[in-house]
């Protein structure tokens, strides 16, 4: 993902997929292991028919593909800054059968375009570690705002290193990225900032670990 950008034709403010966008699933699979994370991250969002849920920073739009493919019935929405992202998107979940609709948009944005949408499950993937402290502490506090009372958020990204083999990996993604957006992620810093936007139970419920570092699962759920 990235950030958003409601203007296609403006400057990239916001850090792409991939260097080309046609190589993003390539390197999510050789580098994540995303068909590990993905699969953890449907059976812990357990769509059901009704759920209207939405995925800020959106991508390629692999997990609302996989969302619809797992239940019939579900209203799917995907937030992305990235126009040709979405254009992709587009095109994957058509194929599979699936109707989602696209928006662009930053994460602190989910918010106001989700405002009235009734959204009770929000997920995000691979998106908090590419983006500066303050983005990830606003975008998650919009995350909140965007839920209905009672609604779940549900987080797929680079979280706590615990180990030094994992965090020996995870300088690979720091290379690409960073370290100043990287660092708190590999520190844990997000469900912190969950608390401290609002969340209760906030938990981690699975690492994964990938040759590129650590993967964590996280759940939290807006205060009725």
């Known amino acids: ?112 375009l989700l405002a009235g949408r009734k959204v009770n499950k929000v997920i995000s993937s691979l998106v908090f570690h590419q983006v500066p402290l303050a983005e990830k502490r606003d975008g998650l506090a919009s995350m909140y705002a965007a839920l209905v009372p009672g609604g779940s958020l549900h987080v797929a990204d680079y979280g706590l290193q615990r180990t030094p083999k994992m965090r020996k990996r995870f300088r690979i993604v720091q290379a690409g990225d960073g370290i100043e957006n990287t660092e708190p992620n590999a520190q844990g810093v997000l469900p912190e900032l969950m608390a401290e936007v609002g969340f209760a139970d906030v938990w981690e419920t699975q690492v994964i670990d990938t040759t590129t570092g650590s993967i964590s699962l996280y759940r939290a759920t807006r205060r009725a």
């Open 1 to 112: 993902m990235s950030g958003l950008n409601s203007n296609p034709q403006a400057a990239k403010d916001y850090t792409p997929a991939a260097p080309k966008l046609w190589q993003y699933d390539i390197l999510c699979a050789l580098l994540t292991q995303g068909w590990r994370w993905r699969r953890a991250l449907t059976r812990q969002v357990a769509p059901v028919a009704g759920d209207v849920i939405a995925d800020i920073g959106s991508g390629t739009g692999t997990q609302l593909k996989n969302f619809g493919r797992a239940c019939a019935g579900l209203t799917l929405i995907g937030i992305d800054p990235d126009p040709l992202a979405i254009e992709r998107a587009r095109g994957k979940v058509a194929k599979a059968g699936v109707t989602v609709e696209f928006m662009h948009g930053y994460a602190r944005d989910a918010g106001r």
